[in-house]
Nanobody, 121 residues
Framework: QVQLVESGGGLVQAGGSLRLSCAAS????????MGWYRQAPGKRRELVAQ???????YYADAVKGRFTISRDNVKNTQYLQMNSLKHEDTAVYYC???????????????WGQGTQVTVSS
């Protein structure tokens, strides 16, 4: 069974840094775009950053210059390095992947369980 497992959330002071990881486990046929979304209390889930299989990255305006997304295609893992964190970055962060499991070889959206990031001001 394919799943995305996140780690790295926590509590940090404003101006600090955190690194999130998301590993896709199970029998995977192909893994395409990966990304991170976040959802703050009372707000809609929003895209934070995405990275293609070739390493092309996209960032939301709110995090440009502070966050860096990367991936390891051998380990089927993506990372989100978050620097200069602000109170408004507080949210549950979800990893996402567009992948096809070996069993079906059909592309689907997969989501991690979410990890809490809390930035104290």
């Amino acid at each position: 069974q394919v799943q995305l497992v996140e780690s790295g959330g926590g509590l940090v002071q404003a101006g600090g840094s955190l690194r999130l990881s998301c590993a896709a486990s199970g029998s995977i046929f192909s893994l395409n775009t990966m990304g991170w979304y976040r959802q703050a209390p009372g707000k809609r889930r929003e895209l934070v950053a995405q990275i293609t299989i070739n390493g092309d990255a996209y960032y939301a305006d709110a995090v440009k210059g502070r966050f860096t997304i990367s991936r390891d295609n051998v380990k089927n893992t993506q990372y989100l390095q978050m620097n200069s964190l602000k109170h408004e970055d507080t949210a549950v962060y979800y990893c996402h992947a567009d992948l096809a499991p070996m069993t079906t070889q059909i592309w689907s959206n997969y989501w991690g369980q979410g990890t809490q990031v809390t930035v104290s001001s």
